[in-house]
C-alpha cells in the first residue's frame, strides 16, 4: 500500500516557477516508477511527466520539456516536479503517481496508487 500526498501548488504569474512535492509512505518507494499527471478543468488527465525507481531515467510531455523537471530522493521517499516558465495553459490540478511497474511510462494506467491533486494556478 502507498500513499501520495502532493504539495507546492498555488498562484504563480506567467512566467514564474512552482515546485511541487509529492511525499510517499511505504518502504518499497526506491522500487515505484513516479507520474505527474495535469487534468485542466474540464480536460482529460493528461501526462507531464515520470521517473523510474532509481531517478536514472525520465520523461516529459512535449509540452513541458525544457521547462519541467523531474527528480525524486528515494532517502525521503519524495518525488518532485520543478516548474518553470509557467503560462496559462499550465494551469490544473496535478497528481502524482505510483506504479509497481519500476519503468516510467506515460500510460496513467500502468499507475496503480494516486495523490489527491494540487492546484496550480497561472495568471496572466
Known amino acids: 500500500q502507498v500513499q501520495l500526498v502532493e504539495s507546492g501548488g498555488g498562484l504563480v504569474q506567467a512566467g514564474g516557477s512552482l515546485r511541487l512535492s509529492c511525499a510517499a509512505s511505504?518502504?518499497?518507494?526506491?522500487?515505484?516508477?513516479m507520474g505527474w499527471f495535469g487534468q485542466a478543468q474540464g480536460q482529460e488527465r493528461e501526462f507531464v511527466s515520470a521517473?523510474?525507481?532509481?531517478?536514472?531515467?525520465?520523461y516529459y510531455a512535449h509540452s513541458v520539456k525544457g521547462r519541467f523537471t523531474i527528480s525524486r530522493d528515494n532517502a525521503k521517499k519524495t518525488v518532485y516536479l520543478q516548474m518553470s516558465s509557467l503560462n496559462p495553459e499550465d494551469m490544473a490540478v496535478y497528481y502524482c503517481?505510483?506504479?509497481?511497474?519500476?519503468?516510467?511510462?506515460?500510460?496513467?494506467?500502468?499507475?496503480?496508487?494516486w495523490g489527491q491533486g494540487t492546484q496550480v494556478t497561472v495568471s496572466s
Open positions: 511505504g518502504r518499497t518507494f526506491s522500487t515505484y516508477a
Open positions: 521517473i523510474n525507481g532509481g531517478g536514472d531515467t525520465t
Open positions: 503517481a505510483a506504479s509497481a511497474r519500476g519503468a516510467a511510462s506515460a500510460r496513467g494506467g500502468e499507475y496503480f496508487y
